[in-house]
T-cell receptor, first 114, second 114 residues
Framework: AQSVTQLDSQVPVFEEAPVELRCNYS??????LFWYVQYPNQGLQLLLK??????LVKGINGFEAEFNKSQTSFHLRKPSVHISDTAEYFC????????????FGTGTSLTVIP | EAQVTQNPRYLITVTGKKLTVTCSQN?????MSWYRQDPGLGLRQIYY???????DKGDVPEGYKVSRKEKRNFPLILESPSPNQTSLYFC?????????????FGPGTRLTVL
């Protein structure tokens, strides 16, 4: 079965500093990768996704992620965070090994410190 | 406004008392899904539906039932709730049954089973 590992459960970072949230997946076959964000008391919304093509994917709110097939990673980055980026971030995967399902990681709680 | 709605948003109940959590989307989406979110476990898929009258089990279906009689509605039924079903539940939909599609999430239902 497919699995997704988010290595950091909590990431505190100062405002305007860069941040990287890490995500690794288990499959070596064709995959689709997603990052979702969950603001307090809300549902999840899509930040960005990788389907094919360029390995650097740009999303909303200044976030980007890089697909690295050899390292089976899809890390999320932002060069300068804002207070409003404080949220829970989920990496998700679907593809040849997931049947008709999506698999989510355990989430990373990003706290931006003023 | 395009959205996924869930009701109720909060529910406290007792063991064994049947309950239904409703989910409705107004985007004419084919694919709908239910997830539960638990601390340290992320989101896990309970059931999904690729279209009307087509449903299938996700990773954690035990203790839950679903039905998809209409395209817009996908209720989650707990016939005999138990305390281990205390969780935050999300309904999601996407335009097609496709592993590349973005999922649109409802606001969540926080369920407590005493």
């Amino acid at each position: 079965a497919q699995s997704v590992t988010q290595l950091d459960s909590q990431v505190p970072v100062f405002e305007e500093a860069p941040v990287e949230l890490r995500c690794n997946y288990s499959s070596s076959v064709s995959v689709y990768l997603f990052w979702y964000v969950q603001y307090p008391n809300q549902g999840l919304q899509l930040l960005l996704k990788y389907l094919s093509g360029s390995t650097l994917v740009k999303g909303i709110n200044g976030f980007e992620a890089e697909f690295n097939k050899s390292q089976t990673s899809f890390h999320l980055r932002k060069p300068s965070v804002h207070i409003s980026d404080t949220a829970e971030y989920f990496c998700a995967v679907s593809g040849a090994n997931t049947g008709n399902q999506f698999y989510f990681g355990t989430g990373t709680s990003l706290t931006v410190i003023p | 406004e395009a959205q996924v709605t869930q009701n109720p948003r909060y529910l406290i109940t007792v063991t064994g008392k049947k309950l239904t959590v409703t989910c409705s989307q107004n985007m004419n989406h084919e694919y709908m899904s239910w997830y539960r979110q638990d601390p340290g476990l992320g989101l896990r898929q309970i059931y999904y539906s690729m279209n009307v009258e087509v449903t299938d089990k996700g990773d954690v279906p035990e203790g839950y039932k679903v039905s998809r009689k209409e395209k817009r509605n996908f209720p989650l039924i707990l016939e005999s709730p138990s305390p281990n079903q205390t969780s935050l539940y999300f309904c999601a939909s996407s335009p097609r049954w496709s592993l590349t599609d973005t999922q649109y999430f409802g606001p969540g239902t926080r369920l407590t089973v005493l």
